[in-house]
């Protein structure tokens, strides 16, 4: 039994104070449904920020956790173990066949760490270029990427030197991209930065750099991984391979990890020169192999595309005054307010939706890509309402 009673104010009592919080307590989830404390339920248009793309407590996650927690939960990557073995195999299945090697991790900001690394050992050089707008994650190198002073002002002495360039300025990344630079990282569409996606000719042309200068071209596709964009990853748009691939929130069906992928056929790293005690546990490899393995077999990739498509056209058919544009693909979108997004935030969850800001201008879907037909309507009409009551 979950006493309830006091938990905000134990939270409270103790929480870093890092995350300002919503006064909302979530107890159970169910595919695209949440429920708090005294049983109201919420559609969960956030997928826990980016991360139930099978919805929550999917019975296949279920299985395979259940199943791997009563075989092996640890096993460090000193050893050899066959869950680890048929993650690999899966991983190579959804990626290009030049993207074979893989650091695994568990969490986003590690697989930044992870691919900076790769980028640094295999190239020997150490620029790093990175775009306005964008988002990597919060230690220390990942966060010298991240864009909005807002995150990085206060620790700027600690970190590598990045020159972020305007995101989708090809020239400008012509003229940051050097023989000096170790890599470029971008997202293909930028999530928190207010889901703004990359043109197909900018990451067509970023490719084109990268092998002139031989800076390795790193795609984080952190937010954007495994079928939320309708494609497994975000860079096919564009129909590029990327040499660095950094994946973690939907990778694992909701258990925490993160994956850095490279071409084989720059090598491997060198024994020690990076590692990580949970990297490529039994119990998040078991999780993320079930969530892949069903994405395929219930063709949920197309159908974030689908969705994704009915979603803008119902949204944009309501001609809202308060809206300026609606941007995305898939099932991650972004609607930008005129105005602040937060007073909409609260309308949408009192009307049982929870739902993401990105800046402080846009509202951001990300919701489960098994959402169903009726939920989603439901979303679009709470925003119609909520819209109309706060705009
Ligand atoms: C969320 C996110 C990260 C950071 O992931 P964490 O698991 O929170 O460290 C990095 N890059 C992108 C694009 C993200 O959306």
Same mark, same amino acid.
């Given at each position: 039994?979950?006493?309830?009673?006091?938990?905000?104010?134990?939270?409270?009592?103790?929480?870093?104070?890092?995350?300002?919080?919503?006064?909302?307590?979530?107890?159970?989830?169910?595919?695209?449904?949440?429920?708090?404390?005294?049983?109201?339920?919420?559609?969960? &248009?956030?997928?826990?920020?980016?991360?139930?793309?099978? *919805?929550?407590? /999917? @019975? $296949?996650? #279920? %299985?395979?956790?259940?199943?791997?927690?009563?075989?092996?939960?640890?096993?460090?990557?000193?050893?050899?173990?066959?869950?680890?073995?048929?993650?690999?195999?899966?991983?190579?299945?959804?990626?290009?066949?030049?993207?074979?090697?893989?650091?695994?991790?568990?969490?986003?900001?590690?697989?930044?760490?992870?691919?900076?690394?790769?980028?640094?050992?295999?190239?020997?050089?150490?620029?790093?270029?990175?775009?306005?707008?964008?988002?990597?994650?919060?230690?220390?190198?990942?966060?010298?990427?991240?864009?909005?002073?807002?995150?990085?002002?206060?620790?700027?002495?600690?970190?590598?030197?990045?020159?972020?360039?305007?995101?989708?300025?090809?020239?400008?990344?012509?003229?940051?991209?050097?023989?000096?630079?170790? &890599?470029?990282?971008?997202?293909?569409?930028?999530?928190? *930065?207010?889901? /703004? @996606? $990359?043109? #197909? %000719?900018?990451?067509?042309?970023?490719?084109?750099?990268?092998?002139?200068?031989?800076?390795?071209?790193?795609?984080?596709?952190?937010?954007?991984?495994?079928?939320?964009?309708?494609?497994?990853?975000?860079?096919?748009?564009?129909?590029?391979?990327?040499?660095?691939?950094?994946?973690?929130?939907?990778?694992?069906?909701?258990?925490?990890?993160?994956?850095?992928?490279?071409?084989?056929?720059?090598?491997?790293?060198?024994?020690?020169?990076?590692?990580?005690?949970?990297?490529?546990?039994?119990?998040?490899?078991?999780?993320?192999?079930?969530?892949?393995?069903?994405?395929?077999?219930?063709?949920?990739?197309?159908?974030?595309?689908?969705?994704?498509?009915?979603?803008?056209?119902?949204?944009?058919?309501?001609?809202?005054?308060?809206?300026?544009?609606?941007?995305?693909?898939?099932?991650?979108?972004?609607?930008?307010?005129?105005?602040?997004?937060?007073?909409?935030?609260?309308?949408?969850?009192?009307?049982?939706?929870?739902?993401?800001?990105?800046?402080?201008?846009?509202?951001?879907?990300?919701?489960?890509?098994?959402?169903?037909?009726?939920?989603?309507?439901?979303?679009?009409?709470?925003?119609?309402?909520?819209?109309?009551?706060?705009?």
């Amino acid at each position: 039994m979950i006493d309830t009673q006091n938990i905000t104010q134990i939270e409270d009592s103790h929480t870093s104070g890092a995350y300002p919080k919503r006064p909302l307590i979530l107890v159970r989830g169910s595919g695209s449904t949440v429920w708090d404390d005294t049983g109201k339920s919420y559609i969960d &248009a956030t997928s826990g920020q980016g991360v139930a793309l099978l *919805g929550h407590s /999917h @019975p $296949a996650i #279920v %299985e395979a956790i259940t199943q791997q927690a009563s075989t092996l939960i640890t096993c460090p990557e000193i050893f050899y173990n066959d869950q680890r073995a048929r993650l690999y195999e899966q991983l190579t299945l959804v990626l290009p066949d030049e993207i074979n090697r893989f650091f695994l991790c568990n969490s986003g900001t590690e697989a930044i760490e992870g691919a900076l690394k790769v980028a640094r050992l295999l190239t020997k050089r150490t620029g790093i270029v990175a775009t306005m707008r964008g988002f990597h994650g919060r230690t220390l190198g990942a966060l010298a990427l991240t864009w909005n002073p807002k995150y990085r002002k206060q620790f700027a002495a600690w970190q590598p030197n990045v020159s972020h360039i305007r995101y989708d300025d090809i020239e400008a990344a012509r003229q940051a991209i050097t023989d000096e630079t170790a &890599a470029v990282v971008v997202e293909a569409i930028q999530g928190e *930065g207010g889901v /703004h @996606p $990359a043109s #197909v %000719e900018y990451l067509q042309g970023l490719r084109d750099i990268c092998d002139e200068t031989g800076a390795l071209l790193i795609l984080d596709e952190i937010q954007t991984g495994f079928g939320r964009t309708g494609r497994w990853f975000g860079f096919e748009q564009a129909e590029i391979v990327p040499d660095v691939v950094t994946m973690a929130k939907g990778i694992a069906g909701g258990m925490p990890m993160g994956a850095v992928a490279w071409r084989g056929a720059f090598g491997q790293l060198s024994g020690g020169s990076h590692g990580s005690t949970f990297g490529g546990n039994p119990l998040a490899c078991a999780a993320a192999i079930a969530s892949m393995v069903t994405l395929r077999d219930e063709n949920l990739v197309q159908q974030a595309s689908e969705k994704g498509a009915w979603l803008v056209e119902q949204l944009q058919n309501l001609d809202l005054e308060q809206v300026r544009d609606i941007r995305g693909r898939g099932l991650i979108i972004g609607i930008e307010i005129k105005g602040r997004v937060t007073p909409i935030l609260q309308a949408l969850q009192e009307r049982g939706i929870l739902a993401l800001p990105a800046g402080n201008t846009v509202l951001r879907l990300l919701p489960p890509l098994i959402i169903a037909q009726d939920d989603m309507q439901q979303i679009v009409d709470a925003i119609k309402e909520g819209l109309r009551s706060e705009g």
